[in-house]
């Protein structure tokens, strides 16, 4: 009967380890609130990675960038980027390509800056923005910000 007892905590703990392992890192994602986008607008979302290459690794973000339309469906297709050190990566979505009802669509952005699985893992440290601007005069109607660190191994969002 001890032994019994006794071994149950060590088989609850080796599964729990071993489902650990085998998910991995989490990607880490990051939706900006709703915005009216007129149908004399584009939308943008850019990307830098703010962090520095060290001696063994260069820095590196990568993930996807979107735009979702009022029913929360991805307009397009996700668009995958990397950012190494100081690079700024950036996906525009004009108005027309929006999908939606002129004279105004309601969209949203999202970043998944995905975990790096290497080793060493490449610096990152995300930044990002969301804005609007006047497609003909490029003046800027809106703006957004974010940041992500990179996401720590084993632990999930």
């Not at 996807?64 to 980027?81: M, Q």
């Not at 002129?102 to 975990?115: D, F, T, Y």
């Not at 003046?139 to 996401?151: C, D, G, I, K, W």
């Amino acid at each position: 009967m001890f032994m019994r007892s006794s071994l149950l905590p060590l088989i609850a703990a080796a599964t729990m380890f071993s489902a650990l392992a085998q998910n991995g890192p989490s990607p880490r994602v990051s939706t900006f609130p709703p915005i009216g986008l007129g149908s004399t607008e584009t939308a943008e979302i850019s990307v830098v990675n703010l962090a520095s290459d060290t001696p063994n690794t260069k820095a590196s973000c990568s993930g996807t960038i979107s735009f979702l339309n009022s029913s929360g469906t991805v307009i397009g297709a996700a668009t995958p980027f990397t950012a190494t050190a100081g690079q700024i990566v950036f996906v525009r979505l004009p108005f027309a390509n929006s999908g939606g009802p002129s004279p105004r669509a309601e969209i949203r952005g999202v970043v998944q800056v995905n975990a790096a699985t290497t080793s060493p893992r490449p610096p990152c440290s995300a930044e990002f923005s969301m804005e609007t601007f006047d497609t003909t005069t490029g003046a800027t109607h809106t703006l957004q910000t974010m940041s992500v660190q990179q996401p720590v191994f084993g632990f999930r969002n």
